[in-house]
């Protein structure tokens, strides 16, 4: 494929290969030959194995577990593009890791998602493609152009089926209030009310839920949220909607699957019925229980990146999704 003059190429770090793979397929093109390895002590070595003078380079890495030593990859992959002569780096981050940390809750903290931002950019970046940042205006963090994709659009239909013809038996559960309009973009084609969570957090990864704003008794919910991590928050939720709400069925979606320890017997012993999750961080299978669903983002992705490829605007790809 060559536009403008410059073609296009698509390379992996260790974080997501399957992914990366996935995405050019769906472009029709082959995966960039790149040998990513580490030294005895640690330290990461780039080979790029083909020419990238004048190329469109897209760089597909998330930020997840091992986060470091991804996020390392990333910006040492980005290096060596530059050093090669690439025409346009564009940092493609399915999970952007550190985005949590994106204020100062308390004195004397650092706003880690920022300068996760900075080291983006001073490494040679372009452009970042990412999907469903913890916050949105974290896309104002960066210097460079950022096309922010949101999971929704993929997660809703997935339930369209369900929900269709029994719209007054369900409701859509947002886990606290900074996920409110996430849900309302969620219930935009279902056409189902929506529900609150009220809740308290103690400290980190340790939720309270002290309220549930909504009525959802002798209903079906779906909670919706952007990840899910120790899923302490989600099963919290869900235990309060059954015994606080009176809620008959528990199924929840969520774009990110970190499902750090001790999440996954969390979810196995809770009264979720079924997980959904997007493939942006690949799911070892000894975290493959039958409650978990995944579905490819990959045809998203990739879409997004010959629109970017082409100078064509993004956002048309919502309103085709939606």
Same mark, same amino acid.
């Given at each position: 494929?060559n536009?403008?003059g410059?073609?296009?190429?698509i @390379?992996?770090?260790?974080?997501?290969?399957?992914?990366?793979?996935?995405?050019?397929?769906?472009?029709?093109? $082959?995966?960039?030959q790149? #040998?990513?390895?580490?030294?005895?002590?640690?330290?990461?070595?780039v080979?790029?194995?083909?020419?990238?003078?004048?190329?469109?380079?897209?760089?597909?890495q998330? #930020?997840?577990n $091992?986060?470091?030593d991804?996020l390392?990859?990333?910006?040492?992959?980005?290096?060596?593009?530059k050093?090669?002569?690439?025409?346009r780096?564009?940092?493609?981050v $399915?999970?952007?890791?550190?985005?949590?940390?994106?204020?100062?809750?308390r004195p004397?903290?650092?706003?880690?998602a920022?300068?996760?931002?900075?080291?983006i950019?001073?490494?040679?970046?372009?452009?970042? !493609? #990412?999907?469903? !940042?913890?916050?949105?205006?974290?896309?104002?963090?960066?210097?460079i152009?950022?096309?922010?994709?949101?999971?929704?659009?993929?997660?809703?239909?997935?339930?369209?089926?369900?929900?269709?013809?029994?719209?007054?038996?369900?409701?859509?559960v947002?886990?606290? @209030?900074?996920?409110?309009?996430?849900?309302?973009? @969620?219930?935009?084609?279902?056409?189902?009310?929506?529900a609150?969570?009220?809740?308290?957090?103690p400290?980190?990864?340790?939720?309270?839920?002290?309220?549930?704003i909504g009525?959802?008794?002798?209903k079906k919910?779906?909670?919706?949220?952007?990840?899910?991590?120790?899923a302490g928050?989600?099963?919290?939720a869900?235990?309060?909607l059954v015994?606080?709400?009176?809620? #008959?069925?528990?199924?929840a979606?969520?774009?990110?699957?970190?499902?750090?320890?001790?999440?996954?017997?969390?979810?196995?012993?809770?009264?979720?019925?079924?997980?959904?999750?997007?493939?942006t961080?690949?799911l $070892?299978?000894?975290?493959?229980?039958?409650?978990?669903?995944i579905?490819?983002?990959?045809p998203?992705?990739?879409?997004?990146?010959e629109?970017?490829?082409?100078?064509?605007?993004?956002?048309?790809?919502?309103?085709?999704?939606q």
């Amino acid at each position: 494929m060559n536009l403008h003059g410059k073609d296009i190429k698509i @390379f992996a770090g260790n974080a997501c290969p399957k992914e990366a793979a996935d995405i050019a397929k769906n472009i029709g093109i $082959p995966l960039g030959q790149c #040998t990513v390895r580490h030294f005895a002590d640690g330290e990461i070595s780039v080979s790029l194995e083909e020419s990238v003078r004048g190329s469109d380079v897209f760089v597909v890495q998330s #930020t997840c577990n $091992p986060v470091n030593d991804n996020l390392m990859e990333l910006l040492i992959m980005i290096d060596a593009l530059k050093r090669a002569s690439a025409g346009r780096i564009n940092a493609v981050v $399915p999970y952007f890791g550190y985005a949590r940390q994106d204020r100062k809750a308390r004195p004397r903290e650092p706003i880690s998602a920022k300068l996760v931002a900075n080291m983006i950019t001073a490494a040679g970046a372009d452009r970042v !493609l #990412t999907m469903d !940042l913890h916050a949105a205006q974290i896309q104002g963090f960066f210097d460079i152009p950022v096309d922010h994709l949101l999971g929704v659009p993929i997660l809703s239909p997935y339930f369209q089926p369900l929900v269709h013809g029994h719209e007054d038996e369900y409701v859509a559960v947002s886990p606290d @209030f900074g996920s409110v309009t996430r849900a309302r973009k @969620f219930v935009e084609k279902l056409d189902i009310p929506i529900a609150i969570i009220d809740k308290r957090r103690p400290k980190a990864n340790v939720s309270e839920v002290m309220n549930i704003i909504g009525d959802v008794r002798g209903k079906k919910c779906i909670i919706v949220d952007d990840m899910v991590d120790t899923a302490g928050t989600l099963c919290h939720a869900a235990e309060a909607l059954v015994k606080i709400g009176g809620a #008959t069925k528990i199924v929840a979606c969520a774009t990110h699957a970190v499902l750090s320890d001790p999440a996954i017997e969390r979810l196995q012993d809770s009264c979720i019925d079924e997980l959904v999750f997007l493939d942006t961080i690949p799911l $070892p299978p000894e975290k493959r229980i039958d409650k978990i669903t995944i579905l490819p983002v990959a045809p998203i992705f990739a879409e997004a990146i010959e629109r970017i490829y082409g100078e064509r605007p993004v956002s048309p790809l919502f309103e085709k999704l939606q």
